[in-house]
């Protein structure tokens, strides 16, 4: 099956951690997104990548950061220097042909 | 800066009716408009996407427009089904070869047996 997975689902982080959620899909696509959802919100763009090796900083990238060292793999770190780290984060990724985005599951990061 | 409004923000109606969900867009400049559905704590589901040379895109009982010169497009839903209660996000992806999309913060719609 093609798809985009994340993991982990739940993630919980204490104060001053660093925490990296995965995103992985094997649709072959060249384009990654990184979004936070808020409650009640719609999604901002935190980073995103239109090939391997290169990516550009969305909206709100401060406290984050991310690798593209593969097509399939694009992680986002979430740093001790983000202020209010806990919500809703989607992965996505956009064909080719009709420059289409798809979607992850979701990791939803909680904050002790 | 392209700002994307959605309203209402949340809509009940009972099973059986035909709705109509708005989106609306400051800069008509756009690649492609998408329509997606997202249950509770779920990732989005695409459910339409509308080039910008397109006026509306059609799958099973939804119907998709976009009129750009108004900056509006439409999103509707025939003879609702409890199953289609969900969130309705719109996304516009502007029309550079950036590729970045500005999301709506979405309608919540309940269909009432």
């Known amino acids: 099956d093609g798809g985009i997975t994340q993991s982990p689902k739940y993630l919980f982080r204490k104060e001053g951690q660093n925490v990296t959620l995965s995103c992985e899909q094997n649709?072959?696509?060249?384009?990654m997104y990184w979004y936070r959802q808020d409650p009640g919100q719609g999604l901002r763009l935190i980073y995103y990548?239109?090939?391997?090796?290169?990516?550009q900083k969305g909206d709100i990238a401060e406290g984050y950061s991310v690798s593209r060292e593969k097509k399939e793999s694009f992680p986002l770190t979430v740093t001790s220097a983000q202020k209010n780290p806990t919500a809703f984060y989607l992965c996505?990724?956009?064909?080719?042909?009709?420059?289409?985005?798809?979607f992850g599951p979701g990791t939803r990061l909680t904050v002790l | 800066k392209q700002e994307v409004t959605q309203i209402p923000a949340a809509l009940s109606v009972p099973e059986g009716e035909n709705l109509v969900l708005n989106c609306s867009f400051t800069?008509?400049?756009?690649?492609?408009l998408q329509w997606f559905r997202q249950d509770p704590g779920k990732g989005l589901t695409s459910l339409l996407l509308?080039?910008?040379?397109?006026r509306e895109q059609t799958s099973g009982r939804l119907n998709a427009s976009l009129d750009k010169s108004s900056g509006r497009s439409t999103l509707y839903i025939a003879a609702s089904q409890p199953g289609d209660s969900a969130t309705y996000l719109c996304?516009?992806?502007?029309?550079?070869?950036?590729?970045?999309?500005?999301f709506g913060d979405g309608t919540t719609l309940t269909v009432k047996p």
């Open positions: 509308i080039q910008s040379s397109q």
């Open positions: 800069d008509s400049a756009i690649y492609n």
């Open positions: 996505a990724s956009r064909g080719h042909i009709y420059n289409e985005q798809f």
């Open positions: 996304a516009v992806r502007e029309g550079t070869n950036a590729g970045k999309s500005t």
């Open positions: 990548s239109q090939i391997v090796n290169d990516f």
């Open positions: 649709l072959n696509h060249d384009a």
